[in-house]
Nanobody, 131 residues
């Protein structure tokens, strides 16, 4: 069974940096899969932040974070990362990592990756950006 555990959340001032981590089950790295970060603010819908294909490393970013956030993975540590730089108050929310056993393009189909139904989810880690 695939398990995901997030860590690294906390409070940070506007313009600061933070790195989130998602420890994944070992087997996720041995198959074609899509890994992603989502976030959700209180009273708002969950939105996609970034995705990465575990096979070829292709990435996709939401326009709101492009140029500021970087998604990456460390195969040796079975860990997915989200490097958050120059953060803004709008970045505040619960951050979740997600995974599925398809390539990102296969998972997205005719739609976009952030609208796809990821099968596996972590418990979330809170990020708060102060003004």
């Amino acid at each position: 069974q695939v398990q995901l555990v997030e860590s690294g959340g906390g409070s940070v001032e506007t313009g600061g940096s933070l790195r989130l981590a998602c420890l994944t089950s070992e087997r996720i790295w041995y198959v074609r899969s899509c890994l992603a970060w989502f976030r959700q603010a209180p009273g708002k819908e969950r939105e996609g932040v970034a995705s990465i294909d575990s096979s070829d490393g292709s990435t996709t970013y939401a326009d709101s974070v492009k140029g500021r956030f970087t998604i990456s993975r460390d195969n040796a540590k079975n860990t997915l990362y989200l490097e958050m730089n120059n953060v803004k108050p709008e970045d505040t929310g619960m951050y979740y990592c997600a995974a599925d056993m398809f390539s990102c393009s296969e998972l997205a189909g005719t739609s976009e990756i952030f609208n796809a139904d990821f099968h596996y989810w972590g418990q979330g880690t809170q990020v708060t950006v102060s003004s």
